[in-house]
Nanobody
Framework: QVQLVESGGGLVQPGGSLRLSCAAS????????MSWYRQAPGKQRELVVY???????TYADSVKGRFTISRDNGKNTMYLQMNSLKPEDTANYYC?????????WGQGIQVTVSS
């Protein structure tokens, strides 16, 4: 069983920045797809960004130009840098990694954007 542990969430003012981390209990070098999702209260979980093993990256329109996904293979960790945060970015954020046909989710971490 693979464990994913997220960190870096919290309360930030509009226009501010946060960096989320997702640390995996196994090597991420061979991960097929790495992605971040979010779920706001009363809404469905939505895809924020994903990156494939081939390097293809796709962002949701709502975060393009503000969020950046990255990875550190040596630390088995992926990141989500979030800049110019808006109140509508408030949600629980989840990382998801897949190896072959198996996919694993983090426990979720709260991000609140409010003045």
């Amino acid at each position: 069983q693979v464990q994913l542990v997220e960190s870096g969430g919290g309360l930030v003012q509009p226009g501010g920045s946060l960096r989320l981390s997702c640390a995996a209990s196994r090597s991420i070098v061979s991960a097929a797809v790495m992605s971040w999702y979010r779920q706001a209260p009363g809404k469905q979980r939505e895809l924020v960004v994903y990156i494939t093993s081939g390097g293809t990256t796709t962002y949701a329109d709502s975060v393009k130009g503000r969020f950046t996904i990255s990875r550190d293979n040596g630390k088995n960790t992926m990141y989500l840098q979030m800049n110019s945060l808006k109140p509508e970015d408030t949600a629980n954020y989840y990382c998801r990694l897949s190896w072959g046909i198996s996919a694993y989710w983090g426990q979720g971490i709260q991000v609140t954007v409010s003045s």
